[in-house]
């Protein structure tokens, strides 16, 4: 009983920690994206439900940051605090790892063992209503879509029945935010929430990321 009730409340200071820490990077949100003149499209009355898995393609360090501003307040607090996880090339550097981690974000692992107890460790996140923001292809790519390995990223947790949301990014990358002039018609368009099986869910990732790869 005292064990239960230690663990709910170390789970909500660090719900609360990190719910501060986003809230705070709000006006940050804004001005990059005025900064870059990002355009956003999101399905008329879009709801976010606790507990979705929100999968974009990867473009900039930013990407997290700006894919849970741009829900709008209409969803800040059932998709606030969201996590992500972030490969072991950025979480161990001395410092990017450690401000990253302060928003949310945690290390998904090197080796295969690493790797599938963070998986569960997702999978958990999402059945306590977590919003969690991932980005299957594991890395930045600048130039366009790469499918294949979207899906295999992203199928793992298909086969649980967690509303999906897929955002798609286009014309920026992390130097944009430096250099605006680098900027091409920057894009960030929201899908409907999905529901369904891994092969229904599989077949609208081609549907709604294929035409940006193509």
Not at 45 to 55: E, F
Not at 107 to 133: P, Q
Request: glycine share 8%.
């Amino acid at each position: 009983m005292i064990q239960r009730i230690g663990k709910r409340i170390g789970s909500i200071a660090v719900n609360g920690y990190f719910a501060t820490t986003q809230f705070a990077t709000t006006p940050l949100d804004w001005w990059l994206s005025r900064r870059i003149g990002l355009s956003v499209s999101m399905p008329s009355g879009l709801y976010v439900p606790s507990g979705t898995l929100v999968l974009a393609n990867h473009r900039s360090l930013l990407d997290a940051f700006l894919v849970t501003f741009h829900l709008g307040r209409q969803n800040w607090l059932t998709a606030i605090p969201a996590r992500c996880p972030l490969t072991s090339a950025y979480a161990r550097r001395p410092i990017l790892g450690p401000i990253l981690k302060m928003f949310g974000a945690y290390d998904i692992g090197n080796t295969s063992i690493e790797r599938a107890k963070k998986l569960l460790f997702t999978r958990d996140l999402l059945d306590r209503k977590h919003t969690v923001i991932l980005f299957p292809e594991g890395k930045i790519v600048e130039k366009g879509v790469v499918v294949d390995e979207f899906q295999q990223g992203a199928q793992m947790l298909f086969a649980h029945d967690y509303p999906t949301l897929f955002v798609r990014l286009s014309g920026f990358d992390t130097r944009s935010f430096i250099h605006p002039k680098t900027v091409t018609n920057a894009r960030m368009v929201y899908s409907d929430i999905i529901r369904g099986d891994a092969a229904t869910k599989l077949e609208r990732l081609r549907e709604f990321f294929g035409a940006e790869a193509a």
